[in-house]
Nanobody
Framework: QVQLVESGGGLVQAGGSLRVSCAAS????????MGWFRQAPGKEREFVAA????????YYADSVKGRFTISRDNAKNTVYLQMNSLKPEDTAVYYC?????????????????????WGQGTQVTVSS
């Protein structure tokens, strides 16, 4: 069992930066593929980024590529999402997810149903 707690959300102006964090409990954090998803009002939850167990492989949605960076610190059981050049359309609740699927080629999951554990979410609001 893994419990995830996100933090670091808030209000930021367009063009600004924000880093959200996700602290995980449990001894097997370093085994898990971790992901970030987001959900805006009236929209489905969508994939943002994923990182493999070692941090050596990352994967991003096209909408955030080049602006967002996912990273992890296995010693601290924490995964981060650094968000730069934020846009109003980035406004959403950001969710951390753990134990993501990985296929035979090493490709990480990008669908919500491919992740087993979820945090409660943290609100990110980008004003124009």
């Amino acid at each position: 069992q893994v419990q995830l707690v996100e933090s670091g959300g808030g209000l930021v102006q367009a063009g600004g930066s924000l880093r959200v964090s996700c602290a995980a409990s449990g001894r097997t954090f370093s085994d898990y593929t971790m992901g970030w998803f987001r959900q805006a009002p009236g929209k489905e939850r969508e994939f943002v980024a994923a990182i493999n167990w070692s941090g050596g492989s990352t994967y991003y949605a096209d909408s955030v590529k080049g602006r967002f960076t996912i990273s992890r610190d296995n010693a601290k059981n924490t995964v981060y999402l650094q968000m730069n050049s934020l846009k109003p359309e980035d406004t959403a609740v950001y969710y951390c997810a753990a134990d993501g699927a990985v296929d035979e080629s090493g490709a990480m999951g990008y669908r919500p149903d491919e992740y087993r554990y979820w945090g409660q979410g943290t609100q990110v609001t980008v004003s124009s």
